[in-house]
C-alpha cells in the first residue's frame, strides 16, 4: 500500500516509476514480458519491500501496533510512512507533491499498455483520491475505511488504524525518520547496481 514512497524511490525515472508501481500487481517470473526498465522497476519493488519488512525501525513500528491488528500490521505501517512522507514532502523532495502526482499520473497513462487490469483499475482513485488526502489524518482514515470496505476480500480491523496511527503518532514517525534515510540508500545503491 505504500505507493507513494515507491514513486519518490524512482527518482523520476519513467520506466522505473511504472515498473516500481506495478510491483504489488505483477506475479512470479517476469521471462521478458516487459521492457527491461519496467522490469527493473517491478525487481526494484520487490527489493524494497523485502528490505523493508527485514528494517528494524519498520518492525519496530509494527510492535508498536496492537496484535488485534495482525499481519495487517504491515500494510498500516506501509500507509503511515506514506502518510509521514507526504506532511513532510518538502523535506524530501524539490518537485512540488502536486506535481509529482501529475508527472506519475500521465506517465503511467502513457504506459497503460503495461499495466495490469486491476491496477489500471485503481489509478484514478489512488491520484484523485488517496495520494492527495495522505498528508493528514483524516486523509489516511477515509483511506483506510474505503480499503477495509473494498479492497481486501475478507473481514479485517484496518478502519481502526487511524486510531493507532493518531495514539502513537510521535514514535512512529521517529521510527519513519530513521528508517527512510536506510530505505533511500537502499533503494540508490540497488538502482546503480542495475545500470
Known sequence: MNFLTHLFLSGGATELLVGNLMGDF??????GRFPPGI??????????????VQNQYFLRSKRRL??????YRGVLVDLFYDHFLAANWKDYSDVPYSVLLSDAW???REHKEFLPD?????????????????GTVDGISVTLSRMSRF???????IWKGADALSSHYEELFRDFQKFLPELIEFSEI????RR
Open 39 to 52: 522490469a527493473q522497476g517491478i525487481l526494484l519493488h520487490r527489493e524494497i519491500d523485502s528490505f523493508s
Open 26 to 31: 505483477v506475479k512470479g517470473r517476469l521471462d
Open 118 to 134: 486491476k491496477l489500471q483499475h485503481i489509478m484514478p482513485f489512488m491520484f484523485r483520491d488517496w495520494l492527495p488526502s495522505y
Open 151 to 157: 479492497r481486501l476480500k475478507r473481514a479485517n480491523p
Open 190 to 193: 540497488r538502482v546503480a547496481h
Open 106 to 108: 500521465r506517465v503511467l
Open 66 to 71: 496492537d496484535q488485534s491488528f495482525g499481519h
